[in-house]
């Protein structure tokens, strides 16, 4: 049984949202690894939260369940991880319960291979701008643009053949220095920076050729954060690297 600080706890669970509910939790002593498939092969993401767990093994789990057991009124709990996870405070007792391994969304199997090189922006303000380009269109795609004569910016547009265009920028906090224009789904895109933009502002973005898709590059999202602990000798992390499949040039 070990304590776990409720909120760093949740804000784990809310970097797991983006891909779905069931997940395989991988456990080992000083972390959780969740890595998974989801929305249709649109996304891929590995999350990692370091913390003491006393125990090591595989469990499925829903993420709804554990949002609904988790108790809001208490800053710590214990929790002793196991196929059937109990939780306790004073006053207080769960059982969540594991699931089976088949109903859990899908690992990836094979190491990806992602383009060296790292674009760092501000997670807050890439949020926004596509939320706005969003809101003005009810698009389901933005485009992401890069070019090296325009160094410290990203830019995002969106349009409607009958309503009109936007094109809006944040500030690259690392150069960019090659020429790119690629396309993504909002529905991916924005809960992914939702989930993080409080936790981590400054976040890499980097790409993944597709193979079968030639010119087309998934989207990488990664950072990483370090929680707030009441105990200064217990430190929390979270390590996250999110994949965002593009939509496919005609």
Do not use: W
Request: proline share 6%; charged share 20%; glycine share 8%.
């Amino acid at each position: 049984m070990v304590e776990v600080n409720c909120n760093n706890f949740r804000n784990f669970v809310k970097c797991l949202e983006p891909v779905g509910d069931e997940l395989l939790f991988q456990f080992s002593p000083n972390g959780i690894l969740v890595k998974a498939i989801g929305q249709g092969n649109q996304m891929i993401i590995e999350v990692r939260m370091g913390m003491d767990t006393g125990f090591t093994g595989k469990i499925g789990m829903s993420l709804d369940m554990i949002e609904k057991l988790l108790p809001k009124e208490v800053p710590e709990v214990n929790i002793a991880f196991g196929k059937q996870s109990v939780i306790t405070a004073t006053g207080y007792k769960a059982t969540i319960m594991g699931i089976s391994e088949e109903t859990c969304l899908r690992v990836p199997k094979k190491e990806l291979v992602i383009e060296p090189g790292a674009i760092r922006v501000d997670a807050q303000q890439m949020h926004d701008r596509l939320l706005s380009l969003k809101k003005a269109f009810s698009g389901l795609a933005f485009t992401m643009t890069l070019d090296p004569e325009k160094p410290t910016m990203v830019g995002f547009s969106d349009f409607d053949s009958a309503m009109g265009s936007m094109n809006n920028s944040i500030i690259a906090l690392t150069p960019v220095t090659g020429k790119d224009e690629q396309t993504y789904p909002y529905d991916i895109a924005l809960p992914i920076l939702n989930a993080i933009r409080l936790m981590s502002q400054g976040v890499d973005l980097r790409f993944m050729d597709m193979p079968m898709n030639d010119g087309c590059k998934a989207l990488v999202i990664e950072g990483n954060a370090v929680l707030v602990n009441p105990d200064p000798d217990r430190k929390d992390t979270i390590t996250f690297q999110y994949v965002v499949a593009p939509r496919v040039k005609e």
